[in-house]
């Protein structure tokens, strides 16, 4: 579905940087969710935001890491201080309502850290 | 919290013939089953999904069978396609839906031999 949009595709980071990944989700959908990937690895789940809330955020590390959901604009998801254990692909998946309907992926954006 | 276990993390088979990929779940409370296919590089979509009130679903060439009481699920594909290579990942939800709360499995590498 090419609904949902992440940005950008590939980001490289040198320790200690900021990465910044953005996520544009359906037309319509308030509800995101970031799923972490890491090599030859299934999908960890990070945190679910609605509109302006954090819903859940238990899968999210609690230093580094932050995720917002603003009333304008896209989710943004926040690495302070990379390291090069964050290097992954990171997804973003939206749907219309929490449950009961069917999420759509981005593409993800796969981040290096050097 | 759920645990999603899923076997093989490797398949090969035949062109034509079919592949079976199973997964087991921990948490008798989850009640949605989807399955996501996901290409080299690209994003996971799903392609077939299933809820705990139906033991069985089909679509095409793909069928997805539920078994709440040994809480186990599985993939079916018959009549494999050249298309089909590809990491397929099972997950399971709590929620009934949805991104928020779906687990997954690590992954099942499915590759169709001519």
């Known amino acids: 579905n090419a609904g949902v949009m992440q940005n950008p595709r590939h980001l490289v980071r040198r320790r200690g940087q900021e990465a910044r990944l953005r996520c544009s989700p359906v037309?319509?959908?308030?509800?995101v969710y970031w799923y972490r990937q890491l090599p030859e690895e299934g999908l960890k789940f990070m945190v679910y935001?609605?509109?302006?809330?954090?819903?859940?955020e238990s899968g999210m590390p609690k230093e580094r890491f932050s995720a917002e959901f603003p009333k304008e604009g896209p989710s943004i998801l926040r690495i302070q201080q990379v390291v090069r254990g964050d290097s992954a692909a990171y997804f973003c998946?939206?749907?219309?309502?929490?449950?009961?309907?069917?999420?759509?992926f981005g593409q993800g954006t796969r981040l290096t850290v050097v | 919290g759920e645990n999603v276990e899923q076997h093989p993390s490797t398949l090969s088979v035949q062109e034509g013939d079919s592949a079976v990929i199973k997964c087991t779940y921990s948490?008798?409370?989850?009640?949605?089953f989807p399955w996501y296919k996901q290409e080299l590089g690209k994003r996971p979509q799903l392609i077939i999904d299933?809820?705990?009130?139906?033991g069985e679903k089909k679509d095409q060439r793909i069928a997805v069978t539920l078994n709440k009481t040994a809480k186990h699920f599985s993939l079916h594909i018959t009549e494999t396609q050249p298309e089909d290579s590809a990491v397929y990942f099972c997950?399971?939800?709590?929620?009934?839906?949805?991104?928020?709360?779906?687990?997954f499995g690590k992954g099942t590498h499915l590759i169709i031999q001519p």
């Open positions: 998946a939206s749907s219309q309502q929490g449950a009961s309907t069917e999420a759509f």
């Open positions: 037309k319509g959908h308030s509800h």
């Open positions: 935001l609605q509109k302006e809330n954090i819903i859940d």
């Open positions: 948490d008798s409370a989850s009640n949605y």
């Open positions: 299933i809820r705990s009130n139906v």
């Open positions: 997950a399971a939800s709590i929620t009934g839906g949805g991104a928020d709360g779906l687990t």
